[in-house]
């Protein structure tokens, strides 16, 4: 009677065992649950790839300053250089400005709209 009872247990303990797991594999089978899955693995790959994306950048920038000292030592090259002052041109003739008069040209008005 006790080997019928054991075994009995036995068999009920491995049919509650195998039922929770059959049921927890079948909760992480439902597709909100594989959409939450695959939006988190998402997220974290992108976060790896942005941290690695930003270290190369750095690293490209430090490396890029480093060549362009020693190349400026190399030419002789000041690493400070004067610029010229940037030009300016007016988009538009200043009418008003005695510079820009010329008293013997005569202007049209180029207006479609104006009677003629």
């Known amino acids: 009677m006790f080997r019928r009872t054991f075994w009995f247990g036995t068999g009920v ?11 927890r594999k079948m909760r ?12 988190n693995k998402a997220i974290e790959t992108g976060h790896r790839i942005k941290d690695r994306a930003v270290g190369f950048a750095l690293d490209v920038r430090d490396n890029m300053a480093q060549r362009e000292e020693e190349l ?3 030419l002789g090259i000041n690493s400070d250089p004067e610029l010229p002052a940037p030009r300016r041109y007016a988009a538009i003739e200043n009418r008003t400005d005695p510079k820009s008069v010329d008293n013997d040209r005569t202007t049209y008005s180029h ?3 104006e009677d003629h």
């Open 13 to 23: 303990a491995a049919g509650v065992w195998a039922t929770t797991k059959v049921n």
């Open 111 to 113: 207006n479609r709209n």
């Open 72 to 74: 400026g030592e190399a």
């Open 28 to 39: 992480q089978l439902t597709p909100e649950s594989l959409a939450a899955t695959a939006a």
